[in-house]
């Protein structure tokens, strides 16, 4: 067995469903693809976004001696929430922050690489540090970049979970990329809420609901339609042929909160900052923080008393 097979069935004993490897090397159509998407300013006033934008396409210049990339994923498709709140807040937060159990998983396997090959180093990364994290997925052999932007698996679909290892390792790399499997489908464009997937598989995140109730406040601009989402947006994952048929599968640092599934809005109204911390401190939607949340349960609680 090779190394780079060693690596990759560490990888599925660590409770991974996927797991790829790229070499290095610079990315530089995707790097100007980028950045006139930038230019054209559909970033949404994410200002971070602008700053490094060449180190997300070449990890030389994220790690000095980097020769490959081990990307991992971890599909997170269960079945929907059917709670008044639960059901508006994206599948993702749904649980303990991945940014948090992925990076344990993945310092994990770095510390089996370095068992195996003496010498090795190496940085871990999710979400965390600019590298284009779907681009190097796609170059790993897990996917293609769907027209919601999102990286799509042909058996796991789009709801996945990414995290990066930049090594000195020169592994074997994974040669056979995915076929683009979209075809004509045009689901996730037609039911796009915000109407905010555009042509060429970019998204305007400036009327993106994911960007508006995650990211922070924009100076001046109301967060606007959010379409009854209280936190991120799963519209354009849930019409995706490749969801319905993905397995719905139980990885357990991944498990719901039970008190997130059950909770009505007059709980969400009545919950203190120390129960909120307490409850959810660990979750995507600390991000957010209680008060916003709040705000948009409230509109939630309003339309269902107006409704009757």
């Given at each position: ?89 994206a599948a ?147 019409v995706c ?46 991000r957010c ?20």
């Amino acid at each position: 067995m090779s190394l780079s097979e060693k690596i990759r069935c560490r990888a599925y004993e660590l409770g991974f469903d996927l797991c790829g490897i790229a070499a290095c090397h610079p990315m530089s159509e995707h790097y100007e693809a980028f950045q006139k998407w930038l230019d054209a300013g559909y970033d949404g006033g994410l200002e971070y976004l602008h700053r490094n934008a060449e180190k997300r396409f070449d990890p030389t210049l994220l790690y000095e001696r980097a020769r490959s990339v081990i990307v991992c994923g971890v599909s997170y498709h269960r079945l929907p929430a059917s709670g008044e709140v639960a059901s508006r807040i994206a599948a993702y937060a749904h649980s303990v922050d991945y940014h948090i159990t992925i990076k344990q998983q993945l310092f994990r396997l770095l510390d089996y690489l370095k068992e195996l090959e003496p010498g090795a180093a190496g940085r871990v990364f999710t979400d965390t540090a600019p590298i284009s994290e779907k681009s190097w997925a796609v170059e790993a052999g897990l996917g293609w970049i769907g027209r919601h932007s999102l990286l799509i698996h042909p058996r796991l679909g789009s709801f996945l979970l990414l995290g990066e290892i930049v090594t000195t390792v020169g592994l074997d790399p994974d040669n056979t990329k995915q076929p683009d499997g979209c075809g004509n489908c045009r689901r996730c464009v037609e039911a796009c809420p915000a109407k905010a997937i555009l042509p060429d598989r970019k998204i305007d995140a400036g009327r993106c609901i994911a960007r508006r109730t995650i990211e922070r406040e924009q100076e001046g601009k109301t967060e606007g339609n959010l379409h009854g989402w209280v936190f991120g947006c799963d519209v354009c994952q849930q019409v995706c042929p490749y969801n319905s048929k993905a397995p719905v599968l139980d990885h357990e640092l991944f498990r719901p909160i039970p008190e997130l599934e059950r909770m009505d809005a007059a709980s969400w109204l009545a919950l203190t900052d120390a129960d909120f911390d307490r409850l959810f401190g660990q979750t995507p939607l600390a991000r957010c923080g209680l008060r916003r949340l709040q705000t948009r349960i409230k509109e939630i609680a309003k339309e269902k008393t107006e409704n009757g």
